[in-house]
């Protein structure tokens, strides 16, 4: 069956055996890069498992605040784990052919879990909110029974839109080029491959860009303005110090989280042609980095869960040397 017939009958569709991942094939000191990827990965591993061990143990963290910041843990254990062991096994092996039914696997699960940690951080700034700005209906209205149908309404939404999406790519035909310039099977590289019309995938992928980024960030910035104007009305101090020093970890894994990712589609919008290894290199970093550093600011930041941290060492070195 000829690429042209293909074109010209719309009904046809041509599947390749796969997809040649090839972002990294001219980016010089790859061999460094993809060292540091590993102990990011290692890193990110032990400290969102101690965050998610640290909370279940410890029966006073089983709050609906603590019951989100392990949603966020979970969501960043998984995130990672789509991508950067693929990666230094393309490194490794120096085979960067994927099959083309794992390849829409792995865009599966890397836009669910990308569109959860964005729902993950909306989440964590609703309780912010109902915490600071309705105080005396926090126990009323924030129970851990409701954050568990709000956690598991965004797990349903983050699975049924990035499975609509994943769905629709299995009608386009690829019939030329299969080398994909990304560091995994990214949605829009895999689709612009396409020898058929991909209008459909470009509008979901356009759609999916604003409710997964846009709307949470807009929610997350109104909650910190209703926020800001709730402390700055409280007279004491020491109560507006408080209640913002609680927003403190929250606030920085959002800018860890949007800020770079805003950054590299402006460039890449306004600029209209950015250099490949730049943008794979920055969109790696941008989706590797925030999983590893988001337990690491939670666990010093927040006050409980280093208590309950350095509580569980204590007690693991004294049954590592018990006292004779």
Known sequence: M???????????????????????????????YFIFLAFVYVFSVMFNCLLIYTIAVNHSLHTPKFLAITNLAVIDLVFNSCTIPGMIKIFLTKDNFVPFNLCLVQMFVYYAFLTLE????????????????????????????????????TWCLAVGMTGFS????????????VRVVSYFCDYAPVFRLACNDNSLQWSSASYSSTVVLGVPFVFIL??????????????????RVKALATCVEHIIVVTIFYIPIFVI???????????????????????CMPPCINPIVYSLKTKEIKIRILAIFRKTKFYAHPVK
């Open 2 to 32: 000829s690429s042209s017939r293909t074109v010209s009958n719309t009904s046809v569709i041509i599947h390749p055996p796969g997809f040649y991942i090839v972002g990294f094939e001219s980016f010089p000191f790859i061999s460094v």
């Open 118 to 153: 964005s729902y993950a951080l909306t989440v964590l700034a609703y309780d912010r909110l109902i915490a600071i700005c309705f105080p005396f209906r926090q126990s009323s209205v924030n129970t851990v029974r409701s954050m568990c149908c709000i956690i598991s309404v």
């Open 166 to 177: 994943t769905t629709i790519m299995t009608r386009l035909s690829f019939c030329n080029s």
């Open 222 to 239: 109104l909650s910190y303005v209703s926020i800001l104007v709730t402390v700055f009305r409280m007279k004491s101090v020491d109560r």
């Open 265 to 287: 589609f402006s460039i890449g919008f306004f600029s209209r042609v950015v250099d490949p290894d730049k943008r794979v290199l920055s969109l790696s970093l941008a989706s």
